[in-house]
Every structure is written in structure tokens, then in C-alpha cells.
């Protein structure tokens, strides 16, 4: 088991920066491909972005490309999710999730699922 706890959302103007970051405790994350996803009220859980095992390969979804950089430390963790230019769009709840193989944007291919951090961006 791996239990996933998301702290560093909060209210944020348009323009500025959030950065969320993601525990991990029960296993080493070494093994998993890590993603944030969001959701926003009404509207279904999307992709956000992933990153491979060693952080060879990252993915984002269109709308967040140039904006947002995922990154991990697999010594203390951790995955994180630095997000600046933020748009009122960008408002959800944000979510860190982990596989240990998929769809790195499908989030019925993840495994272990977080609690959410709220991101409220204001314009």
C-alpha cells in the first residue's frame, strides 16, 4: 500500500505561482509513475501531467505546457508540482496519484490516490 498526502494549495492570483507537493509513505515511489491530476467542480477528473520512474520522460496536458513542471525526489518521496502563469481555469482540486504501469493520463490506471489540495485561482 502507499498512502499519497498532497500539501501547498491555496489561493493564488492570475499570474502567480502555487507549487504543490506530494508524500508518499508505505513504499519507496521508485517503482511508480507519479501524476497529478484535477478536478474542478462539475467537471470529471482530468490529466494534468506525469513523470516516469527516474524522471526520464514527463507528459503534460495541453492547456498547462510552459506553465506547469512536474518533478519527483525519489530519496525523500516526493513528487511536486510547480505551477506558475496561473489562470482562473486552473481552479480545482488537485490530485497526486501513482501507477506502477498505464495510461500515464487515464487515472482509471492508477493505483494509489490522494486526498486532494484545493487550488483556487482568482483574476
Known amino acids: 500500500q502507499v498512502q499519497l498526502v498532497e500539501t501547498g494549495g491555496g489561493l493564488a492570483q492570475a499570474g502567480g505561482s502555487v507549487r504543490l507537493s506530494c508524500v508518499a509513505s508505505g513504499r519507496t515511489l521508485r517503482s511508480y509513475v507519479m501524476g497529478w491530476f484535477r478536478q474542478a467542480p462539475g467537471k470529471e477528473r482530468e490529466f494534468v501531467a506525469a513523470?516516469?520512474?527516474?524522471?526520464?520522460?514527463?507528459y503534460y496536458t495541453d492547456s498547462v505546457k510552459g506553465r506547469f513542471t512536474i518533478s519527483r525526489d525519489n530519496d525523500k518521496n516526493e513528487v511536486y508540482l510547480q505551477m506558475n502563469s496561473l489562470k482562473p481555469e486552473d481552479t480545482a482540486l488537485y490530485y497526486c496519484?501513482?501507477?506502477?504501469?498505464?495510461?500515464?493520463?487515464?487515472?482509471?490506471?492508477?493505483?494509489?490516490w490522494g486526498q486532494g489540495t484545493q487550488v483556487t485561482v482568482s483574476s
Open positions: 496519484a501513482a501507477q506502477r504501469g498505464g495510461r500515464h493520463y487515464h487515472p482509471d490506471d492508477y493505483d494509489y
Open positions: 513523470i516516469s520512474y527516474y524522471s526520464g520522460f514527463t
